[in-house]
């Protein structure tokens, strides 16, 4: 079985920066240590793909800037670049840059493997558009968030949005 490991948006502007949290915070150990374990999983290869929330200087002029008016990862600023811990991780990943909540280059990039396990922030936003975006195209893969390797924009936001999630048929662990 193939699996990749989909990191969203772990970048500084969610985590400590214009819409980071506590809870954010609080993930990022958490995701590092899936990732350690990965690699040390001799019986299960685990590819990396990281998304990389990306806006320009025109931000407030789109829909997502007029709805949510609050600048933030703008492309090679501090807050654009995915937080130091898990930077190394990148060196043998695929980056993919996204312009709003889903990428919709995730579909063509994850077409191989058989498991997609998501982490990341915020569950409630591009998490659970990324995997609704797969579920679409993959009906038949397994795709898997990790609750305890997500927050959301809040502790309720983040729950409601793991049991849409959960009605769609995309196992929460």
């Not at 609080?26 to 990396?48: F, G, H, N, W």
């Not at 980056?95 to 077409?111: M, N, T």
């Not at 982490?119 to 558009?129: K, R």
């Amino acid at each position: 079985m193939t699996q990749a490991y989909i990191i969203i948006d772990m970048q500084n502007d969610f985590i400590d920066g214009a819409l980071g949290s506590a809870q954010a915070q609080a993930v990022v150990p958490r995701i590092e240590a899936k990732i350690v374990a990965s690699k040390k999983d001799a019986d299960q290869e685990t590819d990396l793909i990281f998304t990389q929330d990306t806006h320009d200087e025109a931000y407030s002029e789109t829909q997502e800037g007029r709805k949510l008016p609050v600048p933030h990862c703008l492309k090679d600023t501090r807050g654009w670049r995915i937080c130091k811990q898990l930077l190394p991780y990148t060196m043998w990943a695929t980056i993919l840059e996204k312009p709003s909540f889903g990428c919709p280059a995730l579909v063509d990039e994850v077409r191989d493997y058989d498991r997609l396990v998501l982490m990341g922030l915020c569950t409630d936003i591009c998490v659970i558009a990324n995997a609704m975006l797969l579920k679409a195209f993959y009906p038949e893969k397994e795709i898997i968030v990790d609750s305890t390797c997500c927050a959301g924009s809040t502790p309720e936001n983040h729950e409601r949005a793991l049991q849409a999630m959960k009605a769609c048929q995309i196992d929460i662990v």
